[in-house]
């Protein structure tokens, strides 16, 4: 088959891509170990797409023993080059309510136990950050939810999205933080994913489901895992709709974005100067 270009990480309740056809299972070994699951290739309305469970086919990783690093070299080792991720959170703000979509084009990274570059041993790279998303691919994102037709359902166009280690959900007083840093949503996986993506030179954008309001606002139950998963599976089906239909969209107009050559200006070390194991370790991500 065609190497894909488009590439869609399932989150929590998502394990499977609706729609895809002559489907292959790809157990990639890469130099950063094993990635969350089989990577399954296939067609989605005869486009070629690559699909990866986040948190592999049973729900079995928790966000910090998702091999990240593994997960977006594997994408790429296949040819991925816009890379949309759907992912669980909990809303920070009044006006973001459960059940509602959100683009978010900001990023606070929190976490603390998890390997966020694929540079180092040899390579050094200072990817610009700035703006961690591709805007141009949010955009179609945004165009494939109004086409999608998603029943009773807002989408919020950016905001920023503060990751943590979980798996815990947080405390009142750390939801309040949150809060404070000017987050509008909260959630586990998308750091350091959306660094490595740009690492990667790859488009990233993010499809986040509210499920919850965290455990900042009073008046509302706190969070739990089933609360979240109960919602979480009542937008599931939406996010697929608008994923077959970004899809279509890509395929249709494809995108030149600025993350497909981040490394031009981000690289200091000069292939020719890195050791052979080095050059050989990154070569993927170079191209």
Known sequence: MDHPRIGIIGGSGLYAMDGLRNIREHLI????????DAILTGRVDDVPVAFLARHGRGHRLIPSEIPYRANIYALKALGVSELLAISAVGSLREDIEPLDMVLPDQFIDLTRQRPSTFFGQGAVAHVAMADPVCTLLAARVASAFD????PDVRLHHGGTYACIDGPAFSTRAESHMLRSLGAHIVG???????RLAREAQMAYATLALVTDYDCWHTQREAVSADMAIANLMRNAKHAQSVARTLVRLLHADPIASPAHTALQSALITRPEDMAPETRARLAVLLT
């Open 29 to 36: 070994d890469t130099p950063y170990g094993a990635p969350s």
């Open 147 to 150: 086409r999608s037709n998603v």
């Open 188 to 194: 586990m996986t998308n750091m350091p994913e959306a």
